[in-house]
């Protein structure tokens, strides 16, 4: 029997008293243990703090990031271990590629995301910086940092790696240490990867820790540096949510539970056509795969009065060609519950639902592996003719393949019915209309995480339905639980504080590490482009000679480009119009007169420009006027082993020192 250890505090810690016993889902059997009463979790949240926490916040976003990667690479090139023992839980290798595969691509793209899109730093900047004083000498800025406690994720047993490596990447990215709790059934797969990411030496000792088991009283000791993230039932959340401790000391607390997710056929679908075809698909592959223990798995499926038949009959016929048994079998579409509990729990639910719904498709007595001791289910289709005066199909989630049919009048009808759901995680909705998806969206939104279109046009890169993307929120109002993860940067600001700060330009220069205008310059050094990335310091500042521009010059440029707008042409026209006094310059003749102001012509660090951002034209510059450029370093953001990115704040001034046009400039400069 396999022994399922905690990691606490740097040592593997095995089951003893208090320990659960876990059976195979295929087979019934007993084939783990995991739980131990005398875990010490309030030693495993001290090592987290004073170890696990310190290391990580002395690393930078670029650090962890890198650590990420290492990490997700190490997990894939020993995935197959981790398939091996997932079969036990009831899951296919189809299933095995959301889990596992999902759960490193998600790594990766915090990974990725953590190097692209946060800064080479320990601060994270939220947002612009707010001038707060007329002159520019007080300013604001939202910073994040990263929280001093530990994130304790709660996980629910269906997706053993995808559920922690979703939660954990954004953690370790913030610079925060985790404890991992999995859900039981299921934690013999989260410990093997748990094992793998502890072996690879990537991680500081102390960030990350297991609970195998229960979390003992973990929770009555977490404080306002602390998270809490949950995912699992209504029934758990509201019992952690109402912890005392928690409410006592605003400890933050999310959670991912249960919902009905809904699909709805567009108005505009019909039997023949590629969107019919699609959304019978995709409702048969969500009913399907993970055996319907997929938290964004579609329970209710609404189609336009007229389409009812047809949709059962479709959706029937799909389900009658998915071969049911063990998992390991490459012939198997659909593999086990992941216990006879959860079977149980189904079964009970289906009855629920069946006081309801006719019970159009799939006879848990009577189908190829009825007589199994596995925890074995065929998909079950109902059908509610009377959604209306239905409360168990919106309401009674049976967390297995069970789906049930409902017709629906009009656009609003089927918007009720979605809000029936009182919050969920995902609806989609398969239509080509645009009218069709913007009023959904106006009268649906605000109950889902998230709407998810698909049509003839999208359906070759659709992601899928039930598929939470890193990039994209996961999370959803009321019954989904209120919470919100994933969703790019946005999941690592859960871990961090925002914290508004105010200040001089200096002073939110120094923390930020991103220059504010009114900040010190430094302008007795050589030329910025003859100096490496290394060598540049945030603050370093050139000014430029002054060059004077003529009417000739703005009739050159004209015919040159071809940019005759009257504006640059004729003095009478551009007098009649409010922004211009009379024939006034090109701003891209202003950009290129700047670029030759302050370029260092010979070979040297600066590799590219590679764009602009923010650019804006504060004043019109007329033929006779003269300008100049001062060039700042306002961040570097270090790229590969060859160059990083400088972020450079650009002004353009007239002749009476009044800005003209002001942005930032990006190049690529070697090391
Ligand atoms: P669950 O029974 O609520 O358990 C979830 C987690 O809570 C498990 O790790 C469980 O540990 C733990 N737990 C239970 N009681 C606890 C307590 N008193 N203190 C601390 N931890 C406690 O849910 P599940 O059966 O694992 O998962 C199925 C449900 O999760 C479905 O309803 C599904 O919709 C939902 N789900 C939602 C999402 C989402 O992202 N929204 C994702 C996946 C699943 P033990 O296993 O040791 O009891």
């Known amino acids: 029997m396999r022994q399922v250890h905690s990691f606490a505090a740097g040592a593997w810690v095995p089951p003893r008293s208090g320990a659960r016993s876990i059976a195979s889902a295929i087979t019934g059997d007993i084939i783990a243990e995991a739980g131990n009463d005398a875990l010490d979790v309030q030693g495993m949240r001290a090592y987290a703090r004073d170890v696990g926490g310190p290391a990580l916040r002395g690393m930078t976003f670029h650090g962890r990031a890198r650590m990420l990667k290492a990490l997700a690479l190490h997990l894939r090139e020993h995935r197959q271990a981790l398939y091996d023992l997932s079969f036990d839980t009831g899951a296919t290798q189809a299933d095995h590629l ?48 990263p929280l001093q406690g530990v994130a304790l994720h709660i996980n629910a047993f269906n997706f053993p790696v995808w559920g922690m490596l979703e939660k954990v990447a954004p953690t370790l990215l913030a610079g925060v240490p985790a404890i991992v709790k999995p859900a039981t059934a299921t934690s013999y797969v989260t410990e093997a990867c748990v094992r793998l990411m502890i072996e690879s ?17 973990l929770l009555d000791h977490l404080d306002c540096q602390d998270v809490v993230t949950f995912t699992g039932s209504a029934d758990t959340a509201r019992t952690l949510r109402g912890n005392v401790n928690l409410l006592n000391n605003a400890v933050r607390f999310t959670a991912e539970q249960d919902s009905l997710n809904a699909s709805v056929l567009g108005p505009d679908a019909e039997p023949g056509m590629p969107e019919f075809d699609l959304f019978v698909k995709e409702v048969q592959r969500e009913m399907t795969a993970k055996a319907g223990q997929k938290c964004t798995a579609i329970r209710r499926i609404m189609v336009p009065e007229a389409q009812v038949d047809a949709v059962i009959e479709a959706i029937g016929a799909r389900l009658e060609n998915v071969t049911i048994g063990d998992p390991r079998a490459e012939s198997t579409k659909m593999g086990a519950l992941v216990s006879n509990n959860q079977k149980v729990d189904v079964l009970e639910k289906a009855i629920q639902i069946g006081t309801e ?79 069709v998806a913007r009023q959904i ?23 899928g339905h039930g598929a939470p993307l890193p990039h994209m929120v996961h999370g959803g109002p009321g019954r989904a639980g209120g919470g919100e993860e994933l969703g790019g940067i946005r999941a690592v600001k859960h871990y961090m504080q925002r914290t508004a700060v105010q200040g001089s330009p200096d002073i939110l220069t120094a923390i930020g590490q991103r220059w504010l205008p009114g900040a010190a310059e430094a302008t007795d050094k050589p030329h910025p482009f003859t100096r490496p990335f290394g060598d540049l310091v945030i603050g370093d500042t050139f000014n430029s000679a002054s060059r004077e521009v003529t009417l000739e010059d703005i009739e050159t440029f004209a015919h040159f480009t071809g940019d005759t707008f009257y504006a640059h042409m004729d003095d009478a026209a551009a007098k009649a119009n409010p922004f211009f006094p009379g024939r006034v310059a090109h701003g891209y003749l ?48 270090p790229r590969n082993d060859a160059y990083g990115e400088v972020r450079w704040h650009v002004t353009l001034t007239n002749r009476d020192d009044e800005a003209v046009a002001e942005y930032e400039l990006l190049t690529m400069n070697a090391h």
């Open 98 to 145: 959301i889990d596992v595969d999902g759960g490193i691509g998600t790594m990766l793209v915090f990974a990725s995301k953590g190097r692209r899109e946060m800064p080479d730093a320990q601060v994270y900047l939220d947002g612009a910086p707010e001038q707060l004083g007329r002159a520019g000498q007080f300013h604001g800025q939202h910073i994040c940092t």
């Open 201 to 217: 030496g990537y991680l500081p000792d102390g960030a990350l820790q297991l609970v195998s088991g229960g979390v003992g009283d």
């Open 357 to 435: 719904a006719e019970h159009v498709f799939g006879d848990p007595e009577n189908f190829s592996m009825a007589d199994s001791k596995g925890a074995f289910l065929p998909p079950m289709l109902f059908h509610c003719a009377d959604p209306d005066n239905a409360r168990a199909v919106h309401d009674v989630e049976a967390f297995g393949p069970v789906s049930t049919v409902m017709p629906y009048r009009n656009l609003s009808h089927a918007a009720d019915l979605l809000n029936r759901g009182k919050g969920s995680l995902v609806a989609s909705i398969i239509t080509r209309d645009g009218d």
């Open 441 to 463: 969206t106006m009268a649906s939104a605000a109950f889902h995480g998230r709407l998810y279109f698909n049509n003839r046009d999208s359906m070759s890169e659709a992601t």
């Open 590 to 637: 202003l950009l290129s007169f700047a670029a030759g102001l302050f370029v260092q012509p010979d070979p040297g660090p600066v590799l590219a420009n590679t764009g602009l951002d923010n650019l804006r034209f504060m004043k019109p510059v007329e033929a006779g006027d003269s300008i100049k450029v001062r060039l700042t370093v306002k961040a570097k953001t």
